[in-house]
């Protein structure tokens, strides 16, 4: 059984950067294209990024895309989530989810099949 745990979330200023990683146990992520989505309060969850299960196709929603970057470390069964010059806007809960031989054709989306999710990190960003 897969598990997904998120990780690196906090507190930054505008124009801080913060590094999110995905960590999966259970499993191996060679098989599993990642997809990261963020929850801001009272808000619908909505995608972010994902990755390929080969690796070779990332995406990234207009709102994020020249500041955010997905990567991930098979080696450390893990997907990351670099974050930089973050606004407010991007505060929010985020989660990384899973799915089997997920190719990242376009931006993630929560109607599509994500079997395996996290339990969110938080990420606030505020002066």
């Known amino acids: 059984q897969l598990q997904l745990v998120e990780s690196g979330g906090g507190l930054v200023q505008p124009g801080g950067s913060l590094r999110l990683s995905c960590a999966a146990s259970?499993?191996?992520?060679?098989?599993?294209?990642i997809a990261w989505f963020r929850q801001a309060p009272g808000a619908e969850r909505e995608g972010v990024s994902c990755?390929?299960?080969?690796?070779?196709?990332?995406n990234y929603a207009d709102s994020v895309k020249g500041r955010f970057t997905i990567s991930r470390d098979n080696a450390k069964n893990t997907v990351s989530l670099q974050m930089n010059s973050l606004n407010p806007e991007d505060t929010a809960v985020y989660y990384c989810?899973?799915?089997?031989?997920?190719?990242?054709?376009?931006?993630?989306?929560?109607?599509?099949?994500?079997?395996?999710w996290g339990q969110g990190t938080q990420v606030t960003v505020s002066s």
């Open positions: 989810a899973a799915r089997l031989y997920y190719y990242c054709s376009g931006i993630p989306s929560t109607s599509d099949n994500y079997i395996y």
């Open positions: 990755i390929s299960y080969s690796g070779g196709r990332t």
């Open positions: 259970g499993s191996t992520l060679d098989y599993y294209g």
